[in-house]
Nanobody, 125 residues
Framework: VQLQASGGGLVQAGGSLRLSCTTS????????MGWYRQAPGKERELVAR???????IYADSVKGRFTIERDYIKNTVSLQMNSLKPEDTAVYFC????????????????????WGQGTLVTVSS
């Protein structure tokens, strides 16, 4: 199973970027999809995740600025990032996890079984 992430780049503070992640249909339709990020010297953290029924949860640090969506026609999960801050600078990864577990299950990166290659987002001040 491959997850293909794209859309990273360099943007000024206050700007926007949209990340996309595409995967195969047999995984996408039955998986919780998440976006993680990892900044230099820091642990990987969950940014947002979305269930097959499109229920979304966000990290407090991105609430009101980021939006996660999934498109069942394109088998794509996207992360719209607005009002970007320098502290959003990180490598962003998409990942999938099996559905059907309690919410806390999806907080741990260990429970995501497929990962994309990562895309770098750099926000300049």
């Amino acid at each position: 199973v491959q997850l293909q992430a794209s859309g990273g780049g360099l943007v000024q503070a206050g700007g926007s970027l949209r990340l996309s992640c595409t995967t195969s249909d047999n995984v996408f339709s039955v998986s919780v999809m998440g976006w993680y990020r990892q900044a230099p010297g820091k642990e990987r953290e969950l940014v947002a995740r979305i269930t097959p029924s499109k229920t979304a949860i966000y990290a407090d640090s991105v609430k009101g600025r980021f939006t996660i969506e999934r498109d069942y026609i394109k088998n794509t999960v996207s992360l719209q990032m607005n009002s970007l801050k320098p502290e959003d600078t990180a490598v962003y990864f998409c990942a999938s996890a099996p559905r059907g577990y309690i919410s806390s299950f999806y907080m741990s990166s260990n429970n995501y079984d497929y990962w994309g290659q990562g895309t770098l987002v750099t926000v300049s001040s």
